[in-house]
């Protein structure tokens, strides 16, 4: 009975086929200790070489890419820093949407004025009152003669 995956055509078989094959043989070759192991070495060197390299890097005062990576996310971050205080730098020079300066202290002036106007009316209309009775009980007082 045949595979129900299986290709139908000549070149779908023939290229199944090759991928059978060569999935086997990798397979085979990563289960083989000697190469797992040599790769692992491999990896060893290359990561002891790059250990010396950013050593020999270190005493010669030369950044490594590590160095250059950190500077540059620094530099990202001072930049937006300074974005931000430039854009409150230009809220701070822009005038008032709604009003000026100018107007929001005339306006406040002459709510001073209206203030002092009332507090003087206020203050002025006990002493006229008073001085109104008084005029009213010497009225009412009978004159004697002399």
Request: glycine share 6%.
């Amino acid at each position: 009975m045949p595979n129900a995956n299986a290709p139908q055509g000549l070149k779908e078989r023939l290229t199944y086929s090759a991928e059978e094959r060569l999935g086997r043989a990798l397979s085979e070759l990563l289960d083989n200790p000697l190469l797992t192991g040599a790769i692992g070495r491999a990896f060893d060197a290359r990561e002891r070489a790059a250990q010396a390299q950013e050593l020999a890097m270190g005493a010669l005062n030369i950044p490594s890419a590590a160095d250059i990576e950190r500077l540059t996310r620094r530099l990202r971050s001072i930049s937006q820093r300074l974005e931000g205080i430039e854009d409150a730098i230009h809220r701070l020079d822009r005038p008032p949407a709604t009003q000026s300066v100018e107007a929001r202290l005339e306006g406040i002036e002459q709510q001073l004025k209206e203030l002092t106007g009332l507090v003087a009316q206020r203050h002025d209309q006990p002493a006229t009152q008073k001085r109104a009775s008084a005029t009213k009980r010497s009225s009412a007082k009978p004159k004697t003669a002399g």
